[in-house]
């Protein structure tokens, strides 16, 4: 009898172990939830050339919607060599929390280039308006890694990237 009473005791100890344990899991999962929700914005990407304004420039890449900073997107153009554009996208939280983003590719003059390559060449762009002075184009490039170009345009880059500093140059 004793021993029935500890088999009866331990099965319902075990459910008890297996129900507690499916409701940690589950209010585990309630907390990642609000995490991986999508969110909808809208995504501004500037046209990279040698001559792109500095507005738009610093606009690339910004974000627009009600759970961002910004809440409207600006009025395109910005001005008269603005090549600006809109794409609305769902964004994961994860995408916002890294800081990624689901378009890949990024318009320029070179065709459309990778989001890591149009990066680097956004840098050095907005970085000839804004402290490209007393130094040679050698020395101004040295402080980027040029290497980061994807090799298919890394040469192209730099001549639109130097076409931009020498037109910096005589302002
Ligand atoms: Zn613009």
């Known amino acids: 009898m004793l021993k029935l009473f500890i088999a ?10 297996w129900h507690k344990k499916n409701q940690i899991f589950s209010k ?23 001559d792109t304004p500095q507005l738009c420039l610093e606009s690339d890449g910004i ?7 910004h809440k409207l997107p600006p009025d395109l153009p910005h001005e008269s060599r603005c090549r600006c554009e809109v794409t609305k996208l769902f964004y994961t939280s994860d995408d916002v929390f890294q800081g990624t983003s689901p378009i890949l590719t990024h318009k320029s ?4 280039i990778s989001s890591k390559d149009a990066l680097l060449l956004k840098n050095i762009l907005l970085k000839i308006i804004t402290d490209s002075k007393e130094k ?5 490039l040295a402080q980027f890694e040029l290497n980061s170009f994807s090799a298919d345009i890394r040469t192209q880059a ?8 020498q037109s910096a140059d005589n302002k």
Do not use: C, H, M
Request: cysteine-free; aromatic content about 18%; hydrophobic content about 50%.
């Open 136 to 140: 040679s184009f050698t020395d101004f």
């Open 8 to 17: 009866a005791l331990s099965v319902a100890l075990l459910y008890w172990l």
């Open 28 to 50: 585990r999962n309630n907390k990642v939830d609000p995490f991986i929700t999508t969110i909808e914005a809208i995504e501004l990407q500037t046209f990279l050339d040698w």
């Open 158 to 165: 730099i001549s639109l990237a130097e076409k931009a500093f």
């Open 109 to 112: 003059a070179l065709g459309e």
């Open 63 to 69: 974000r627009y919607g009600k759970q961002f900073k």
